[in-house]
């Protein structure tokens, strides 16, 4: 049992966390390769914080931009925006180029705070920022000059002499915008409250039965939803310590769980699988983990669970609507993502007109809850996107799921053309227009493929100019510089043309269909690693 009280009377970071402190300072909270950190630590650091932010002109409804890695400074950050009110823009480190421009501009932020590792891709784009006037660098000696912006050094922001004191925001208030990929265009900025936050992190508290005994564990990245919300703020509601490991490493993680005694842990079902192909130990078994939550489960769930002697839990959500289906540990099958958490969400399977599909047929999964303000609003700066997406009072998620009679969830397949791989959603658009800016490229079609590590890989079919040739390993080349390393394609297929619709639209279902072929060129065949 979770030993505290309705979470509906915890729903923003400064509440809880203060709740945390004044129950255990001194615990860890944070534990990084560096040190460990207590609760106590960071509420008062992220205070400090919190007065230089509004010492430098941040106040509550302003977007704030935070591209940094896996460290301490980025909770610091996401600590003292909570309580100051203003909103959080998480930035994909691997952005670059246009995507991190659109990004950049799109979020109406005028303050960043970045790791100087990123500073220079910054900069590259900055002829093209048009709300961007202030730059906290961490790391380096923050001297770095730019005509685009202001360059400060990050401990600037420490040096208020008025750390914050305030109450909070509201739940209802905006927490963070969270870029998610786009299905045919850019990426959208879903918008998060303190409550969506909350609903999200308490969630996984229920899916993994958190306490506060626990050693929290999990390889996910802070730019994303699960690095923040499932895993520090999950551990934060349930007085639990979260363990940090920057990277996942299918050779370090049963090291680092061992080392740090973990009992619980995310893993995407591309980890799981990682994990479970690793040639078997005879020391499997002996290993302090007890729970772990898999998103999605992969097909030898049951074998996992027998090999590592764990427990299992999946579910089914995204950025926009959390995780409306719990499976609980008595798994059905390996295969279903749950049942509906029917207290707080519904959930309808519908076709193309939105009309409800009977239990056993497939359809686009439309949701909506029955609490208020725990799913997304809308998107930022982009109504037109907002009203499309939730017509007729439901989210269309974009994913086609099947119910069965007893209520069993299963995912289906993908409606929209973003491709997911490794955790990552990946717009085809993006990609798309990156390759078509190549000098001999006339267009070209990004689709999914099946990863043999669950999930999906990128491929790129491209027509060239008349009279021009185009080598696979060139266009890599010329991408790689361009994008982050997830999005750069596995497979390139050279094609005469493209099949469209009578229209002129590009038909991307014949290419999905035929997939991967002997003429299939593949970058990890041919050699070709990737600089993350």
């Given at each position: 049992m979770i030993a505290f009280s309705d979470p509906r009377h915890e729903q923003d970071l400064a509440t809880v966390l203060a709740k945390r402190v004044a129950r255990h300072p001194d615990k860890p909270w944070v534990v990084t390769d560096e040190a460990a950190h207590s609760y106590r630590e960071i509420d008062e650091r992220s205070?400090?914080?919190?007065?230089?932010?509004?010492?430098?002109?941040?106040?509550?409804?302003?977007?704030?931009?935070?591209?940094?890695?896996?460290?301490?400074?980025?909770?610091?950050?996401?600590?003292?925006?909570?309580?100051?009110?203003?909103?959080?823009?998480?930035?994909?480190?691997?952005?670059?180029?246009?995507?991190?421009?659109?990004?950049l501009n799109d979020s109406k932020a005028a303050v960043l705070v970045v790791h100087e590792d990123y500073l220079e891709r910054i900069e590259a784009v900055g002829g093209d920022l048009t709300h961007l006037k202030k730059v906290y660098v961490l790391g380096g000696d923050g001297g770095s000059a730019s005509?685009?912006?202001?360059?400060?050094?990050?401990?600037?922001?420490?040096?208020?002499?008025?750390?914050?004191?305030?109450?909070?925001?509201?739940?209802?208030?905006?927490?963070?915008?969270?870029?998610?990929?786009?299905?045919?265009?850019?990426s959208k900025g879903a918008t998060v409250t303190h409550a969506h936050a909350y609903e999200y992190a308490y969630g996984v508290v229920e899916m993994l039965e958190l306490k506060q005994d626990d050693v929290y564990y999990a390889a996910l990245p802070l730019?994303?939803?699960?690095?923040?919300?499932?895993?520090?703020?999950?551990?934060?509601?349930?007085?639990?310590?979260?363990?940090?490991?920057?990277?996942?490493?299918?050779?370090?993680?049963?090291?680092?769980?061992?080392?740090?005694?973990?009992?619980?842990?995310?893993?995407?079902?591309?980890?799981?699988?990682?994990?479970y192909r690793q040639a078997p130990l005879n020391d499997d078994r002996d290993n302090p983990l007890e729970r772990v939550l898999m998103v999605p489960l992969i097909p030898e769930t049951e074998a996992f669970k027998t090999r590592f002697d764990c427990l299992v839990s999946t579910t089914w959500g995204g950025t926009e609507m959390n995780c409306?289906?719990?499976?609980?540990?008595?798994?059905?099958?390996?295969?279903?993502?749950?049942?509906?958490?029917?207290?707080?969400?519904?959930?309808?399977?519908?076709?193309?007109?939105?009309?409800?599909?009977?239990?056993?047929?497939?359809?686009?999964?439309?949701?909506r809850t029955k609490e208020p303000w725990i799913m997304s609003n809308g998107y930022w700066n982009h109504p037109d996107w907002t009203v499309e997406a939730w017509r007729n009072q439901w989210f269309h998620t974009g994913d086609m799921l099947m119910c069965d009679e007893a209520g069993n969830y299963y995912f289906v397949d993908r409606s929209k053309d973003a491709i997911r791989r490794r955790g990552e959603n990946i717009s085809s658009m993006e990609v798309e227009n990156e390759i078509n800016a190549h000098?001999?490229?006339?267009?070209?079609?990004?689709?999914?493929?099946?990863?043999?590590?669950?999930?999906?890989?990128?491929?790129?079919?491209?027509?060239?100019?008349?009279?021009?040739?185009?080598d696979p390993a060139d266009l890599i080349g010329f991408l790689?510089?361009?994008?982050?390393?997830?999005?750069?394609?596995?497979?390139?297929?050279?094609?005469?043309?493209?099949?469209?619709?009578?229209?002129?639209?590009?038909?991307?279902?014949?290419?999905?269909?035929?997939?991967?072929t002997a003429d299939t060129w593949d970058r990890v065949a041919a050699g070709i690693k990737l600089s993350r």
């Open positions: 205070s400090q914080m919190a007065g230089g932010f509004a010492a430098a002109g941040v106040t509550a409804g302003d977007t704030v931009l935070i591209m940094l890695p896996d460290v301490i400074d980025y909770i610091l950050a996401w600590c003292a925006l909570s309580k100051l009110g203003a909103i959080e823009v998480p930035v994909n480190v691997h952005y670059r180029g246009t995507i991190l421009s659109y990004v005509e685009h912006f202001a360059v400060h050094p990050y401990q600037e922001l420490f040096a208020s002499e008025t750390p914050w004191t305030g109450s909070g925001p509201r739940y209802r208030d905006l927490m963070a915008v969270m870029y998610t990929s786009g299905t045919t265009g850019h730019f994303h939803l699960a690095g923040q919300f499932a895993l520090v703020y999950c551990a934060c509601i349930a007085g639990a310590t979260a363990v940090l490991p920057g990277t996942f490493s299918a050779q370090g993680f049963w090291r680092d769980v061992r080392q740090h005694r973990a009992t619980a842990t995310f893993l995407l079902g591309a980890m799981a699988n990682f994990l409306p289906m719990r499976s609980g540990f008595d798994l059905v099958d390996s295969k279903s993502c749950g049942r509906l958490a029917d207290d707080r969400y519904e959930v309808r399977i519908v076709d193309a007109d939105d009309r409800e599909m009977p239990p056993g047929e497939p359809g686009e999964a439309l949701v000098p001999d490229v006339l267009e070209s079609a990004v689709v999914p493929v099946v990863s043999q590590h669950t999930e999906q890989e990128v491929m790129a079919v491209v027509v060239t100019k008349p009279g021009q040739e185009l790689e510089p361009r994008m982050a390393y997830f999005m750069v394609p596995r497979y390139v297929e050279i094609a005469a043309a493209l099949p469209k619709t009578p229209t002129g639209k590009i038909q991307k279902f014949p290419l999905r269909e035929k997939g991967v």
